[in-house]
């Protein structure tokens, strides 16, 4: 059964950094893109960066590019994310995920619909 959980998440002032983790299970991780998305309250689901599984190619959002770092580790089946210069507008639950289809994280960011497997999220709140 795939199975992917995310942890890292927390309270962190402005300006400071946190790295996400998500530990990935039941599937081949070497083969498929991982990808981190956020969701704030009243707001849709963002994807904010993805790894593609071939070759390591990263995309990032505009909002969060020079910021933000998503690497994976095979050895132990996880991709993180790490953030700094974290501001308030970062505060979101963020989810990651991961999809069969070759297609995903191919040349740029995927949406969120075309995934099919998502972790359950972990908490970043950005607060001074």
């Known amino acids: 059964q795939v199975r992917l959980v995310e942890s890292g998440g927390g309270l962190v002032q402005p300006g400071g950094s946190l790295r996400l983790s998500c530990r990935a299970s039941?599937?081949?991780?070497?083969?498929?893109?991982l990808a981190w998305f956020r969701q704030a309250p009243g707001k849709e689901r963002e994807a904010v960066s993805c790894?593609?599984?071939?070759?390591?190619?990263?995309y990032y959002a505009d909002s969060v590019k020079g910021r933000f770092t998503i690497s994976r580790d095979r050895a132990t089946n996880t991709v993180y994310l790490e953030m700094n210069n974290l501001r308030p507008e970062d505060t979101s639950v963020y989810y990651c995920?991961?999809?069969?289809?070759?297609?995903?994280?191919?040349?740029?960011?995927?949406?969120?619909?075309?995934?099919?497997?998502w972790g359950r999220g972990t908490q970043v709140t950005v607060s001074s």
């Open positions: 995920a991961t999809d069969f289809e070759p297609r995903t994280c191919s040349g740029g960011l995927t949406s969120a619909s075309a995934y099919d497997y």
């Open positions: 039941g599937f081949g991780f070497d083969y498929f893109p």
């Open positions: 790894i593609r599984n071939n070759n390591g190619a990263t």
